[in-house]
């Protein structure tokens, strides 16, 4: 079982900056991909930003692109989002996912809200 908690949600202003964390607990198995979804109220669930275990391959989706960077630290099991000029449309819940082997594990979601 691996263990995600988030950090780093809450309400700014459009063209601000925020910084989510996950830190994943100790798993018996390496973790390979951690990443970021995100759902919106009434909205299914999408693919906001991954990162391989080594870090050197990243996939975005196309409406963050040139705006978040996604990092992750191994020693810490910690994966970052970094998002700036944030837009309303980016309002939603933020989920941080991880995969070992082939189980995916979920956080527990922390609220991002962007106001106009």
């Known amino acids: 079982q691996v263990q995600l908690v988030e950090s780093g949600g809450g309400l700014v202003q459009a063209g601000g900056s925020l910084r989510l964390s996950c830190a994943a607990s100790?798993?018996?198995?390496?973790?390979?991909?951690m990443g970021w979804y995100r759902q919106a109220p009434g909205k299914q669930r999408e693919l906001v930003a991954i990162?391989?275990?080594?870090?050197?391959?990243?996939n975005y989706a196309d409406s963050v692109k040139g705006r978040f960077t996604i990092s992750r630290d191994n020693a810490k099991n910690t994966v970052y989002l970094q998002m700036n000029s944030l837009k309303p449309e980016d309002t939603a819940v933020y989920y941080c996912?991880?995969?070992?082997?082939?189980?995916?594990?979920w956080g527990q979601g922390t609220q991002v809200t962007v106001s106009s």
């Open positions: 990162i391989t275990s080594g870090g050197s391959t990243t």
């Open positions: 996912y991880a995969k070992v082997i082939l189980t995916a594990y």
């Open positions: 100790r798993s018996r198995f390496s973790i390979n991909a």
